[in-house]
């Protein structure tokens, strides 16, 4: 995506680094780690527009850190840096749903709920909000209507 100006690219940089420090803060202390807080930052620059740290992230997430596809999905659901595309945004989440993350949890629940990238599917919206929920975190349910 490009910004029209340097301000609108540093307040969506500011935004996206507040969203990735209230879902780090809910983390558990056991996946909370300094790779974690690395990958956030990545993801926080390539959400602002930042090639390198977008092949960065890329190369994490192909790599199997589960933190870095469920940034990777965020980056495709919202179309920052990379063309918006919900099918990829679902498989990266999925990904990272499968390895405990809460946040790729919750955002699965979210797209079988809403058939976001995926067929609607409420038994499956109930089974990845549960598994987010069974962490002990708060399901940070929202709708992008």
């Known amino acids: 995506m490009v910004f029209e100006s340097p301000e609108k690219r540093l307040r969506a940089g500011a935004l996206f680094s507040l969203v990735l420090l209230v ?21 926080s620059t390539a959400f602002a527009g930042d090639s390198s740290s977008l092949k960065m992230l890329q190369a994490l997430a192909n790599q199997g850190r589960a933190r870095a ?20 945004a679902f498989t990266w989440y999925q990904r990272a749903a499968k390895k405990g993350d809460v946040l790729a949890q919750n955002e699965l629940g979210v797209m079988y709920e809403r058939g976001s990238g995926t067929t609607r ?9 549960r598994k987010a929920a069974e962490q002990g975190q708060a399901i940070l349910f929202h709708r992008r209507d």
Not at 23 to 43: C, D, K, M
Not at 121 to 129: G, I
Request: glycine share 6%; aromatic share 10%.
């Open 69 to 88: 596809q469920a940034a990777l999905g965020l980056l495709y659901q919202e179309g920052r840096c990379l063309p918006r595309d919900e099918g990829q």
């Open 121 to 129: 599917n409420q038994a499956e919206a109930l089974k990845w909000f």
């Open 23 to 43: 879902v780090f803060a809910y983390l558990p202390p056991s996946v909370a780690t300094e790779t974690s807080s690395q990958i956030e930052r990545l993801a």
